[in-house]
């Protein structure tokens, strides 16, 4: 039988950070597509992505229109407020977690693996410490949702869709991680990564490349986490697609 390990005072804290970071995101989320469904409801078009929505909004206020009412402007521009406030939390959220993870010995190791930042490695850290609690990558990458859902009838095996079972945010992270590293071709040689891609992206969509690419990178963050060592290229350049 496993046991969920003790958490120590620091990775309570730390996770605390986390959480309230991570709810403020989904707030300043939610004040984004609010802001954007109001201007869309009166025929005004934004490009997606909240670079382009901070850009235009300034001007969009700014600009007498027949389009937004008095009322609707002023309720634009209060959301607008609350979206800066949130950006301000959320920065200084951030620098504090940044700061922690650069203090710790965990996080820096982890930090040397391709994709992943003082955000994920702090959240790794602070979720299951030392990786003891796992004996290999693979329970690891289980626990976080990331392994198809397996599907056996005789000598046949059938893989379907990733299991979502487990911790959510950290699941997240990881993907996010996993298309940083999937904008980035440039670094794919330089990581090792580059042949295990170029053979996966042959045969797999690429969201489903993505999950692939964050499993790998979960198993190879805990064994980074685990082993006490930093992230060794020659360790899987010449890995094979799975």
């Not at 027949?66 to 009322?71: E, R, T």
């Not at 693996?113 to 290999?136: L, N, Q, W």
């Not at 797999?204 to 064994?223: F, Q, T, Y």
């Amino acid at each position: 039988m496993k046991f969920v390990a003790t958490k120590s005072a620091d990775q309570l804290d730390l996770q605390a950070l986390h959480r309230v970071r991570e709810r403020l995101v989904s707030q300043r989320t939610g004040i984004i597509n609010q802001i954007r469904a109001f201007l869309l409801e009166r025929g005004i078009a934004v490009r997606r992505g909240q670079r382009f929505l901070r850009a235009e909004l300034p001007g969009i206020l700014a600009t007498p229109s027949d389009v937004l009412s008095p009322h609707m402007v002023r309720i634009v521009e209060d959301l607008a407020g609350d979206w800066r406030r949130l950006d301000d939390r959320i920065e200084a959220l951030s620098a504090e977690i940044e700061d922690l993870a650069h203090k710790d010995s965990g996080c820096e190791r982890l930090m040397t693996v391709p994709g992943i930042g003082p955000i994920i490695s702090s959240a790794m850290v602070a979720a299951i410490g030392t990786g003891d609690a796992f004996s290999k990558g693979r329970d690891f990458a289980a626990w976080l949702g990331l392994v198809p859902k397996q599907i056996s009838t005789g000598d046949r095996t059938i893989l379907g869709k990733i299991s979502k079972r487990g911790n959510r945010y950290l699941r997240v992270l990881f993907v996010q991680a996993a298309w940083v590293v999937l904008i980035k071709p440039k670094s794919w040689e330089r990581h090792g990564l580059k042949p295990w891609i170029e053979a996966a992206k042959k045969r797999l969509h690429h969201n489903v490349l993505a999950i692939a690419l964050a499993n790998k990178l979960a198993r190879i963050a805990w064994s980074v986490l685990a082993r006490g060592r930093g992230f060794e290229v020659r360790s899987i350049a010449t890995a094979q697609p799975v």
